[in-house]
C-alpha cells in the first residue's frame, strides 16, 4: 500500500510518462483537461496505468468524475484502504 505522499509523487510520473506533460506542471489543483491539455484516450491511459501501479480499481463512472490531480491521488489512497 503506498502513502500519500507515494501516490503524490508516482502519479505525476505516470501523467508525464503518458501524457509528456512537465512533472513540475502536474500540481495538485490541476485540472487534466483544462490545465494540462489531457484528452480522454490518455486519461484512459493514466487511469489504467495508476491501477496497475498502485493495485487499486478505477471504474470508469468514477474515473469521469476525478478531474484534477489532487482529486485522482486522494480516490487511489481511499482505495486502498
Known amino acids: 500500500m503506498a502513502t500519500l505522499a507515494e501516490i503524490s ?3 505525476p510520473k505516470i501523467v508525464h510518462d503518458v501524457a509528456g506533460v512537465p512533472i513540475e506542471d502536474i500540481q ?3 485540472s487534466f483537461t483544462e490545465d494540462l491539455d489531457i ?3 490518455s486519461m484512459v491511459e493514466i487511469m489504467v496505468a495508476a491501477e496497475e501501479r ?3 480499481t478505477i471504474p470508469d ?3 469521469r468524475e476525478l478531474t484534477t490531480v489532487g482529486e485522482v491521488v486522494a ?3 481511499r482505495s486502498q484502504q
Open 54 to 56: 498502485f493495485g487499486v
Open 61 to 63: 463512472e468514477d474515473a
Open 28 to 30: 495538485p489543483a490541476k
Open 75 to 77: 480516490y487511489i489512497e
Open 39 to 41: 484528452d480522454s484516450l
Open 9 to 11: 509523487i508516482e502519479l
